[in-house]
């Protein structure tokens, strides 16, 4: 009580000191002035907002477009397996009592149970036929069999499902790896290393397998190790290099040089050799064994500290520029097909092979019946197991399945249309959907796509000009460690453009690898040498079905200089244009020679200009890659391809793709032998397709840590046309600009569609990366 009183007391006092008045008037005068200055700024800033113009919202779609995303209840011949049809498929499935096919929720490798289902394509004479029925191919594991095998079943899509045609075997050891394996490999090498050698893996690389916390160590991808290469055909055989990492982000960059092998007879796994530090044993217990000998050289890998991510974003940073459509979309999609001005095409996402497009056509001209990828392959060198055999064909896992969920402003524009793909999956009996997993955009390139000034040309002098603006259908498949862009691009003049481009994160060997195999890229990791090879086919319709290939070779002209005062004049050299046609597809099966440049023409021989000039298209590879592994050694026989930047062969139904989803083991005998595709059948005036391979070697370094940059990664090639168009048809396009005077005296003319970029409207709010967390597992999932 007593310091209450001293406090009242000296207020008192202070109360009835006049400088306490003024000091109080001075404070309560700058409050008011504050509050006066705040009255004026609000209402002027009111009265500013009251003088601007109120702009409407931009259209999102103008007169005529259409951006319908709904599943079609009667979908097109080239339509993916809807939501609806997947189910029914199951049912029907189901139904097959004979075939005991099991519930996801009870499937696992000795059960019989659904893998993978995807649209047939029908015979192309059927694909523009009204009562042609759609077609399923439906995978079943039969694990439960006494011989246990793959079957490929035909399932008609008609009001009552039925099978068509016999169904297709495959060995089961040629099987693709799936989820119920992958869980059951883990198992068994996890179970067994933590018995007999979690003390090692704790002192090794001071992480454990088990409850581990944040010093984790484990296995993400996995290398195959078929029967051909292990020496063993004709023995059921199955095996599976497991490398273990330390699990700490980027995982692939932790390699700790362990590694188990496990092999699988029929449905049955087993561990089988280890790899530690560069030795080679027998199976655990030897490692185990030769370990508490003191036979074995130690490792002591330090457990890396996780990387902050304070220097990813910098905060308060400027906006990069964005791109905006300011009459609305110039395109329309429906049933999964999109029509802008001039181009016209279906596209889809095959779950085994990825992105595939249908009916391409230009102007109403049919160019391109079918263009899709085929098939990615990746072949690593190393000293260790998982390196050496990591020749991976990535439809092994399904290409189709990962195309995932695309990030606005990264992945695509914000302005781009963003579809969903639906799949079945062996892991659910309801059909799955990867939310946002192609775009198409348009996109100003920044560039003319052609362009002239001529000032002193009669009559008055003028500039001529078109902006590149390109439409763009994209997908972006994330295979283990690599993420793989695919663009397909529509040029306004006619041109195709199928582009790949890489990013990810890098594989890589433990350090002790060696120089000869790569850098050094981080204290652990030596970045190893390696390759990225890509197949598409491209179904080439130019002026019907019926077509011929033929190079026009540019080769030295030499001749005589009657021109030159010499006594004895030099002759004159030049180039000449040689034409070359092919008959057969062996004749057409082209490796590139830098020596003899040539362009690539596909053509109607009886399809020809005023001029005489065959109306073609000239196919033109800008990725290309040598393939400098022999042939027929290892793995490469499954991917014969490689071995030709193009090959060209008489279409034929027996013949859909260039690869499969069991070319990883399948070395004992192929399911699909691409270089059987290469006879000696006529290719003049037949139904051709084109097999296009891109190509690149990979040196990594360490700028491609942690996440590896997209330059120099682009690979394409484009399909122009060639003496097809009286002239350039992009000219007299809404986007064309043309500059002139019309006398001596006049004005400059100005002939285009807009004479300013002013908006007269608001663009529409775009899709934006906070748009994510509205449901997030859909895009990352949730950590267990």
């Given at each position: 009580?007593g310091?209450?009183?001293?406090f009242?007391?000296?207020s008192?006092r202070?109360?009835k000191?006049?400088?306490?008045?003024r000091?109080l008037?001075m404070?309560?005068?700058i409050?008011?002035?504050?509050l006066?200055i705040?009255?004026?700024v609000?209402?002027t800033?009111r009265k500013?907002?009251e003088?601007?113009?109120?702009f409407p919202e931009c259209?999102?779609?103008?007169?005529g477009?259409v951006?319908?995303?709904t599943?079609?209840?009667?979908?097109?011949?080239?339509?993916d397996l809807?939501?609806?049809e997947?189910?029914k498929i199951f049912?029907?499935?189901?139904?097959?009592?004979s075939l005991?096919i099991k519930?996801?929720?009870e499937a696992?490798?000795g059960t019989?149970?659904?893998?993978?289902?995807e649209?047939?394509?029908p015979?192309?004479?059927d694909?523009?036929?009204?009562?042609?029925n759609?077609?399923?191919?439906?995978?079943?594991?039969?694990?439960a069999?006494?011989?246990p095998?793959?079957?490929?079943?035909c399932?008609e899509?008609?009001?009552q499902?039925?099978?068509c045609?016999?169904p297709?075997?495959?060995h089961f050891?040629?099987?693709?790896i799936?989820?119920?394996?992958y869980?059951?490999?883990?198992?068994t090498?996890y179970?067994?290393?933590?018995g007999?050698?979690s003390?090692?893996?704790s002192?090794?690389?001071?992480g454990?397998l088990?409850e581990?916390?944040?010093t984790?160590?484990?296995v993400?991808s996995?290398?195959?190790f078929s029967a051909v290469?292990?020496g063993?055909?004709g023995e059921?055989?199955r095996?599976?290099?497991?490398p273990?990492l330390?699990?700490?982000?980027p995982?692939h960059?932790?390699?700790?040089d362990?590694a188990?092998?496990?092999t699988?007879?029929?449905?049955?796994?087993?561990?089988?050799?280890?790899w530690?530090?560069?030795?080679r044993?027998?199976s655990?217990?030897d490692?185990?064994?030769k370990?508490d000998k003191n036979?074995?050289t130690k490792?002591?890998v330090e457990?890396p500290?996780?990387r902050?991510?304070?220097?990813?974003?910098k905060?308060?940073?400027q906006?990069?520029p964005?791109e905006?459509?300011?009459d609305?979309?110039?395109?329309s999609?429906k049933d999964?097909t999109?029509?802008s001005?001039?181009?016209?095409?279906?596209?889809?996402?095959s779950?085994?092979h990825g992105?595939?497009?249908?009916?391409i056509r230009?102007?109403?001209?049919?160019i391109v019946?079918?263009?899709?990828l085929q098939?990615v392959?990746?072949?690593y060198?190393?000293?260790?197991?998982f390196?050496m055999f990591?020749n991976?064909?990535?439809s092994i896992?399904m290409?189709?399945r990962y195309v995932?969920t695309l990030?606005?402003g990264?992945?695509?524009?914000?302005?781009?249309?963003?579809i969903d793909?639906?799949?079945?999956?062996?892991?659910s009996n309801?059909?799955?959907?990867?939310?946002?997993?192609i775009?198409?955009?348009?996109?100003?390139?920044?560039?003319p796509l052609?362009?002239h000034?001529?000032?002193?040309?009669n009559?008055?002098?003028?500039y001529?000009?078109?902006?590149?603006?390109?439409?763009?259908l994209?997908v972006i498949?994330t295979?283990?460690n690599?993420d793989?862009?695919?663009?397909f691009?529509?040029?306004?003049?006619?041109?195709?453009?199928?582009?790949?481009?890489a990013s990810g994160i890098?594989a890589?060997?433990?350090?002790?690898?060696g120089?000869?195999?790569?850098f050094?890229?981080?204290?652990?990791?030596?970045?190893?040498l390696?390759?990225h090879?890509?197949?598409f086919k491209v179904?080439?319709?130019i002026?019907?079905?019926?077509?011929?290939?033929?190079?026009y070779?540019v080769e030295?002209d030499?001749?005589?200089?009657?021109?030159?005062?010499?006594?004895?004049?030099?002759?004159?050299?030049?180039?000449?244009i040689?034409?070359?046609?092919?008959?057969?597809?062996?004749?057409?099966a082209?490796?590139?020679?830098f020596n003899k440049p040539k362009y690539?023409v596909?053509?109607?021989e009886?399809n020809?200009?005023?001029y005489?000039n065959?109306r073609?298209?000239r196919?033109?590879?800008?990725?290309?890659?040598?393939?400098?592994m022999?042939d027929g050694?290892?793995n490469?026989?499954g991917?014969?391809w490689?071995?030709?930047?193009?090959?060209?062969?008489?279409?034929k139904e027996?013949?859909p793709?260039?690869s499969?989803?069991?070319a990883?083991?399948?070395?004992?005998?192929?399911?699909v032998?691409?270089?059987?595709?290469?006879?000696?059948e006529n290719?003049r005036?037949?139904d051709?397709?084109a097999?296009?391979t891109?190509?690149?070697?990979?040196?990594?370094r360490?700028e491609?840590l942690?996440i590896?940059p997209t330059?120099?990664t682009?690979m394409?090639?484009?399909?122009?046309?060639?003496?097809?168009f009286p002239?350039?048809p992009?000219?007299?396009?809404g986007d064309?600009i043309r500059l002139q005077?019309?006398s001596?005296d006049?004005p400059l003319k100005i002939m285009?569609q807009?004479?300013?970029n002013?908006l007269?409207?608001?663009?529409?709010?775009t899709y934006s990366?906070e748009?994510?967390?509205?449901?997030?597992d859909?895009?990352?999932e949730r950590?267990?």
């Amino acid at each position: 009580m007593g310091e209450r009183y001293e406090f009242t007391e000296a207020s008192s006092r202070k109360s009835k000191d006049p400088r306490f008045w003024r000091l109080l008037s001075m404070f309560l005068g700058i409050i008011c002035l504050a509050l006066l200055i705040t009255v004026i700024v609000l209402a002027t800033q009111r009265k500013e907002n009251e003088n601007m113009p109120s702009f409407p919202e931009c259209n999102q779609a103008s007169a005529g477009r259409v951006i319908d995303l709904t599943e079609p209840e009667n979908p097109p011949i080239f339509h993916d397996l809807t939501r609806g049809e997947i189910e029914k498929i199951f049912n029907f499935m189901y139904m097959q009592k004979s075939l005991d096919i099991k519930q996801p929720s009870e499937a696992s490798l000795g059960t019989n149970y659904i893998y993978s289902m995807e649209l047939i394509l029908p015979e192309k004479k059927d694909a523009f036929q009204s009562n042609t029925n759609r077609k399923s191919l439906v995978t079943v594991f039969h694990g439960a069999r006494p011989t246990p095998v793959v079957t490929e079943y035909c399932v008609e899509l008609t009001t009552q499902l039925q099978f068509c045609g016999p169904p297709r075997s495959i060995h089961f050891s040629f099987r693709p790896i799936t989820m119920h394996e992958y869980f059951v490999l883990m198992y068994t090498a996890y179970s067994q290393a933590i018995g007999m050698i979690s003390d090692i893996l704790s002192e090794s690389f001071h992480g454990t397998l088990w409850e581990c916390g944040n010093t984790c160590i484990g296995v993400e991808s996995v290398s195959i190790f078929s029967a051909v290469v292990a020496g063993v055909e004709g023995e059921n055989y199955r095996g599976i290099w497991l490398p273990f990492l330390q699990l700490i982000e980027p995982k692939h960059l932790h390699p700790v040089d362990f590694a188990i092998l496990v092999t699988i007879n029929g449905t049955s796994p087993k561990t089988d050799s280890v790899w530690y530090n560069g030795q080679r044993f027998e199976s655990l217990q030897d490692f185990r064994d030769k370990w508490d000998k003191n036979q074995v050289t130690k490792l002591n890998v330090e457990y890396p500290k996780m990387r902050t991510h304070d220097d990813v974003v910098k905060e308060n940073y400027q906006r990069p520029p964005m791109e905006i459509e300011p009459d609305g979309k110039r395109y329309s999609i429906k049933d999964q097909t999109v029509t802008s001005d001039n181009w016209k095409f279906s596209f889809g996402i095959s779950p085994t092979h990825g992105p595939q497009l249908y009916n391409i056509r230009y102007k109403d001209d049919l160019i391109v019946y079918e263009l899709g990828l085929q098939e990615v392959c990746v072949f690593y060198s190393s000293t260790e197991p998982f390196g050496m055999f990591a020749n991976t064909f990535d439809s092994i896992v399904m290409i189709g399945r990962y195309v995932k969920t695309l990030v606005p402003g990264v992945d695509c524009p914000s302005h781009a249309t963003f579809i969903d793909a639906t799949f079945m999956s062996e892991t659910s009996n309801t059909p799955v959907t990867n939310k946002k997993a192609i775009c198409v955009f348009e996109h100003n390139t920044g560039s003319p796509l052609r362009r002239h000034h001529a000032p002193t040309e009669n009559p008055s002098g003028y500039y001529e000009g078109a902006p590149n603006v390109v439409l763009i259908l994209r997908v972006i498949a994330t295979l283990a460690n690599y993420d793989y862009l695919f663009d397909f691009i529509f040029y306004q003049n006619g041109v195709i453009e199928t582009k790949v481009t890489a990013s990810g994160i890098i594989a890589s060997s433990y350090k002790s690898a060696g120089p000869k195999y790569g850098f050094q890229v981080n204290e652990q990791a030596l970045g190893t040498l390696h390759n990225h090879f890509f197949n598409f086919k491209v179904d080439l319709d130019i002026g019907g079905p019926q077509n011929s290939y033929s190079t026009y070779n540019v080769e030295v002209d030499e001749v005589p200089n009657n021109f030159s005062k010499a006594n004895s004049p030099s002759n004159w050299f030049q180039e000449k244009i040689v034409k070359v046609d092919y008959a057969t597809e062996r004749e057409a099966a082209y490796k590139f020679d830098f020596n003899k440049p040539k362009y690539h023409v596909f053509y109607n021989e009886n399809n020809l200009d005023k001029y005489g000039n065959p109306r073609a298209y000239r196919l033109l590879p800008k990725g290309l890659a040598k393939k400098v592994m022999p042939d027929g050694v290892g793995n490469e026989p499954g991917a014969p391809w490689m071995r030709y930047q193009m090959a060209v062969t008489q279409r034929k139904e027996s013949e859909p793709y260039s690869s499969s989803k069991y070319a990883s083991f399948d070395g004992e005998n192929r399911t699909v032998n691409f270089q059987d595709f290469i006879g000696d059948e006529n290719i003049r005036n037949e139904d051709l397709v084109a097999w296009v391979t891109l190509g690149v070697h990979h040196i990594p370094r360490t700028e491609d840590l942690p996440i590896m940059p997209t330059p120099g990664t682009e690979m394409s090639f484009l399909l122009l046309p060639f003496n097809y168009f009286p002239e350039d048809p992009s000219v007299g396009i809404g986007d064309n600009i043309r500059l002139q005077y019309d006398s001596r005296d006049s004005p400059l003319k100005i002939m285009a569609q807009s004479k300013t970029n002013d908006l007269t409207c608001k663009p529409p709010k775009t899709y934006s990366v906070e748009d994510l967390t509205k449901d997030p597992d859909v895009f990352i999932e949730r950590p267990k």
